[in-house]
């Protein structure tokens, strides 16, 4: 059975960072495309970042481009999103999935956590 546990979210002032974390159990983890994605309130899920199976090829929308970074750790089965100058806009339920971007939306996900972006 896949599980996705997701941790490392929380509040922030616009400008801050955070790094979220994954850990992944109940499947071969290296073998596997794994993502990030996120649902704002009132809004539709929305990708976010991907990296291949080996981890050496990592795609984001464009949205975050350039403040986020996602890696994928194949020996501890943890995959990571550092997310950096962070908006307001962030603002949302961050979750992490298995699979790659063209498999959106269904992919099997975790609870996700929360990120929060006030001033």
């Known amino acids: 059975e896949v599980e996705l546990v997701e941790s490392g979210g929380g509040s922030v002032q616009p400008g801050g960072s955070l790094t979220l974390s994954c850990k992944a159990s109940g499947f071969r983890f290296s073998d596997y495309a794994m993502s990030w994605v996120r649902q704002a309130p009132g809004k539709p899920l929305e990708w976010v970042s991907s990296?291949?199976?080996?981890?050496?090829?990592?795609y984001y929308a464009k949205s975050v481009q350039g403040r986020f970074s996602i890696s994928k750790d194949n020996t501890e089965n943890t995959l990571t999103l550092r997310m950096n100058n962070l908006e307001t806009e962030d603002t949302a339920m961050y979750y992490c999935a298995q699979g790659s971007r063209a498999q959106f939306p269904a992919l099997p996900r975790g609870q996700g956590t929360q990120v929060t972006v006030s001033s």
């Open positions: 990296i291949n199976d080996a981890a050496n090829l990592a």
